[in-house]
């Protein structure tokens, strides 16, 4: 297998498994909504992480979309963990 052929699979692989973490956060968020309050520190960072990796993947001369969507759910869904990790907002 030729390393771009190999790097290709290897990208798509990666960016399905960063979503599926991600999208992990599902279960914290329905507990968040039902009244057992998950630590909000760790979502709001992997948000910022998230967002700074895909500002940098848009961005760079050959946008790197692997990156992209791979960081795009921890905006998403690290942001709507945090948010619903604070009692007081709900």
Excluded at 22 to 50: D, E, K, T
Excluded at 59 to 69: C, G, I, L, P, S
Aim: net charge positive; aromatic share 18%; hydrophobic share 55%.
């Amino acid at each position: 297998m030729k390393e771009t052929r190999f790097i290709s699979i290897l990208s798509k692989i990666a960016t399905v498994i960063a979503i599926c973490m991600y999208v992990s956060y599902i279960p914290q968020i329905i507990n968040n909504l039902h009244g057992s309050y998950g630590a909000p520190l760790q979502p709001l960072v992997a948000a910022i992480n998230g967002l700074l990796w895909c500002i940098y993947a848009y961005f760079k001369r050959e946008r790197d979309w692997a990156v992209f969507w791979a960081n795009f759910p921890a905006i998403i869904f690290g942001l709507i963990t945090f948010f619903t990790s604070l009692p007081s907002l709900f």
